[in-house]
């Protein structure tokens, strides 16, 4: 293009000076009249030409520069129409870099997306922070925890969002120090533990540190959870040893002859009962690690039912207690040994919380491709607070901590329900006792297939 406007100009610049050289030989030669006719046709000639030369790239010049002016605006899509000679190569051009432009906006935008998507995603609170200590941004999360709508939140300072001037100190100093800063706090009136990590951000152009804010509450309640057990754990430990320890000193002691049968009885108890202790302990840990191998089997629920009670003949007896099942037979897939314990370990909880003289009702239901059982007794009910937690291991509600165990008879109810592919729910309401109820498939659907 620059080389054909350079031939251009010096064409113009030939029919310049031929015009000059016509111009003085027609005043030597002619006259001065006609010279100056001849000199407005060579300048005529000079015009046309220039126009000629010029009109194209003018216009071309015109499309470019209102064409960059809508992509200021923001119409990326904008292009300019192709052209022949020097103003092509001028709109080519114009094109190729507007469709770089409309491509790398794009992939910021996308990107933006995404990051907005991981934030919004995120369960912990994040907030961004200029370096006036303002928010320039907060995801969900922070929106729900500091209770500001996002609209009222940016632009603010900090300090007006969370009203947490231990926060607001910690994001302070991650500006001045340019240095990652950690801290757990507690934070509002419920004093939710929070872990706090204010990150610098380097060349971040208006966001100088992202804050994040783990909430710990689920880590202190396992925590919490982890110190019941040992402490539950300890206590069922202490009590038998503590009566065996007892009744060898006395058997060393010297009892009569006729007392030592029975001390020797109690002795045989307690180690049943640490024994049982153990045992559970450890069928909880090797069903949680998927280390017991399963038997699917057909099996008859009323069967399964019937064996459960039996087993249980002497613990509801001696609770006043009736166990009553009016369900027609019902088949399903499944390992049966863990079946049984599943029904038995539901009867002894049900026949535990129920009244002298009450009755342990046992339901089944044909749900197509699923097996529903249920057990509801006649007791006191589960708070509504203590619901979530029933099946948790170790977990005893207040009312129950006087009560032997350790609270791990529901845990391995739900454990072994997941080891079939199944689950365990609990309905309930105070003063109207509870409904545990476990769901199967139909067939075997447990990781690994049959047996």
Not at 279 to 307: C, F, K, W, Y
Request: glycine content about 10%.
């Amino acid at each position: 293009m620059r080389r054909d406007l350079a031939m251009r100009g010096a064409i113009l610049g030939f029919l310049s000076a031929l015009g000059g050289g016509i111009a003085g030989f027609a005043e030597k030669n002619v006259g001065v009249g006609l010279a100056i006719w001849l000199l407005l046709l060579v300048a005529s000639i000079g015009a046309i030409a220039g126009f000629a030369a010029f009109r194209r790239p003018a216009a071309a010049l015109r499309t470019v520069a209102d064409a960059a002016g809508g992509l200021g605006e923001g119409e990326l899509a904008l292009r300019v129409p192709g052209a022949t000679g020097p103003a092509g190569e001028l709109t080519h051009a114009f094109n190729l870099m507007a469709d770089r432009i409309e491509h790398l906006f794009d992939s910021v935008a996308a990107e933006h997306a995404r990051l907005e998507a991981v934030f919004d995603a995120s369960s912990d609170a994040m907030v961004a922070i200029d370096s006036g200590v303002r928010v320039a941004f907060l995801n969900p999360a922070a929106v729900a925890l500091f209770g500001a709508s996002m609209s009222d939140a940016i632009g603010r300072t900090f300090i007006e969002t969370a009203r947490d001037y231990e926060l607001d100190a910690l994001v302070k100093r991650a500006i001045s120090d340019a240095t990652g800063q950690t801290a757990v706090v507690t934070f509002g009136p419920d004093r939710v533990p929070l872990r706090a990590a204010a990150l610098p951000i380097h060349e971040g152009g208006d966001w100088a540190v992202l804050l994040m804010l783990t909430d710990l509450t689920e880590v202190q309640r396992v925590d919490q959870m982890r110190r019941d057990f040992l402490s539950n754990v300890s206590h069922e430990l202490r009590t038998p040893l503590a009566a065996i320890r007892a009744l060898v000193e006395t058997l060393e002691a010297g009892v009569d002859d006729e007392d030592t049968p029975e001390f020797l009885g109690r002795i045989r108890q307690q180690t049943e009962r640490l024994t049982t202790l153990v045992n559970e302990l450890l069928d909880l840990s090797r069903i949680e690690s998927g280390a017991i191998t399963l038997h699917p089997v057909p099996v008859e629920l009323t069967a399964l039912v019937a064996e459960a009670v039996s087993l249980l003949r002497t613990r509801t007896e001696r609770a006043g207690v009736t166990v009553e099942c009016k369900s027609p037979p019902l088949e399903v897939m499944a390992d049966r040994p863990s079946l049984l314990r599943i029904v038995s370990n539901l009867l002894d909880n049900a026949t535990k919380w129920s009244p002298p003289g009450g009755t342990v009702h046992v339901e089944f239901r044909d749900e197509g491709d699923a097996v529903a059982l249920s057990v509801r007794d006649e007791g006191p009910g589960i708070a509504e607070q203590e619901i979530p937690r029933v099946f948790e291991r170790f977990y005893k509600g207040d009312v129950s901590r006087a009560d032997s165990g350790v609270g791990l008879g529901l845990a391995i109810v739900k454990h072994l329900a997941r080891t079939h592919s199944g689950t365990a729910t609990v309905e309930s309401r105070p003063g109207q006792g509870a409904t545990f109820t476990i769901r199967l498939p139909k067939q075997f659907m447990a990781r690994g297939g049959p047996a």
